[in-house]
């Protein structure tokens, strides 16, 4: 068994959905405007990768103690490929229809889409489901650092999928720019396919399933899988937007702020093991709930070139910790739960992504540009709506922009040189608007947390200071 080695590849299955997540960031526009979808139905396919990772990480980590990791990881690679092949339908289903039932058009391009990115979400559902629990078991006594080393995988991701996106979008089909993910994909099944991997900690230390789901019970982890759900919102919900909302700023660079938050998060994952030699997992889980609050407030508040750059890395740093150091406080309080509540934690903030970041902020932009629009310019709103309403959970349904009229005037407006006609300058001001109040609404998730850490901090600290469990193999019995 290579230890390095099956530690590069875990760390590729997570480049490729950092990867796969950029890319689809930097395409929403353009599929806004090829297919007329709204902010929410952008959101709703974004989020439905989301939902899928999610769902899978729950359903595969119950799985792995039983039947090992490798088939589950080359399940993951068919699936990856399968996904290219659905996404791309989507311009055909379109063509084939438009001229006859533009309808039917633009619903076969959301069906293809959205089940395109759900099964690519399934396929990095697998591979966390199983790379999460592998590395806290190749590395025992270091798992906060390892896993923050694994999870740079995220970031690294969507390094490459930004400079893909700055490079090829708008000059190349998307459909190219999207199926360059099954690069690393290959690579990452050839490294895994004839390596012998390990048992999982809990299998190893003899940990029967029903005992795996009694930690469920501890208040504890079920407040930690609270707080996870809010990381999935703030991190995974913003990066999928940010370049959309931030796009205008920059001249059509929005990528810019994705790849330089990420490029900051890349970085610091690797200091999180001296980081924690100083302060505790949870210290610096409460430092970096502060920090993304301030930045993501001022992100939304912010509209000159220099200061969103600024914003952008308090709140790359505030958010490099949060998802890997989660996961080693849960594998480190909880080590009978092994696999199942590792993946329950990757789990929770998947959904959460795709249930309520995604579309949360897609909503919350449709509705605040609409409102913004309505009472600016009236007539021009009535020209540029959408034909239906969407909905987010409880809240009342909102009438948005149409993708189709829209996009072309935020396209436009990304050209300083190009004087905007005073109604096209309205839908970009109000477009702009509503991505902002947006993220000064999701701002006040990171206060929540910080909350929450600070009195886990002190819970600790009244019980004789945090401390890991560890478990004992079958073997040195």
Not at 363 to 390: C, F, I, W
Not at 418 to 430: G, T, Y
Request: hydrophobic share 50%.
């Amino acid at each position: 068994m290579n230890k390095t080695k099956l530690l590069i590849a875990s760390f590729l299955t997570i480049l490729v959905a950092g990867l796969g997540t950029a890319v689809r960031g930097g395409l929403l526009l353009e599929w806004g405007t090829e297919f007329g979808f709204t902010q929410t139905e952008l959101g709703q396919i974004t989020g439905g990768g989301f939902v899928g990772f999610g769902l899978v990480i729950l359903l595969a980590s119950a799985f792995l103690d039983r039947y090992g990791y490798k088939p589950f990881l080359m399940g993951a690679g068919v699936l990856h490929v399968l996904s290219v092949i659905i996404a791309l339908a989507a311009t055909f289903v379109y063509n084939g229809a438009i001229d006859t039932d533009p309808d039917l058009a633009r619903a076969g391009a959301y069906f293809c889409l959205f089940w395109g990115v759900f099964i690519f979400a399934v396929a990095n559902g697998i591979c966390e489901a199983v790379i999460n629990p592998l590395v806290a078991t190749l590395y025992p006594k270091e798992k906060t650092h390892y896993l923050n080393i694994l999870h740079a995988g995220w970031p690294a991701g969507l390094i490459a999928g930004s400079l893909l996106g700055i490079g090829l979008i708008g000059r190349v089909r998307w459909e190219i720019v999207l199926a360059l993910y099954l690069v690393p994909t290959l690579i990452y099944v050839l490294m895994m396919v004839k390596e012998k991997f390990p048992r999982s900690e809990a299998a190893a230390a003899g940990v029967k399933f029903i005992d795996m789901v009694k930690e469920f019970a501890a208040p504890m982890l079920l407040f930690l899988l609270v707080l996870h759900v809010c990381i999935g919102y703030v991190e995974l919900g913003t990066d999928s937007w940010i370049v959309n909302i931030m796009d205008t700023v920059l001249g059509g660079k929005g990528l810019f702020i994705l790849l330089y938050t990420s490029i900051l998060m890349f970085v610091l994952r690797f200091f999180a093991g001296p980081i924690v030699h100083r302060i505790n997992p949870l210290g610096l889980l409460f430092v970096s709930a502060c920090v993304a609050a301030i930045g993501l407030y001022s992100l939304g508040s912010l509209a000159g070139a220099v200061t969103v750059m600024i914003a952008a890395t308090i709140y790359g740093a505030g958010k490099a910790f949060f998802w890997p150091t989660m996961l080693a406080v849960v594998s480190e309080r909880f080590p009978k739960g092994g696999a199942l509540t590792l993946g329950a934690v990757g789990g929770v903030g998947m959904l959460s992504a795709g249930l309520l970041g995604g579309p949360g902020i897609g909503y919350l932009q449709d509705r605040h540009a609409s409102n913004n629009l309505q009472a600016n310019a009236p007539a021009v709103y009535e020209e540029y709506k959408a034909d239906g309403t969407n909905s987010f959970l409880f809240f009342a349904p909102v009438q948005g922009l149409d993708g189709s009229k829209a996009g072309p005037v935020m396209e436009k407006a990304k050209d300083f040189s190009i004087e905007l006609p005073p109604d096209e300058q309205a839908v970009r001001d109000a477009s702009f608007h509503g991505g902002q109040t947006a993220l000064r609404i999701t701002a006040a998730i990171p206060v929540f947390m910080a909350l929450g850490f600070l009195y886990l901090i002190i819970h600790f600290r009244r019980k004789g200071g945090y401390k890991q469990i560890e478990l004992t193999s079958q073997r040195e019995n």
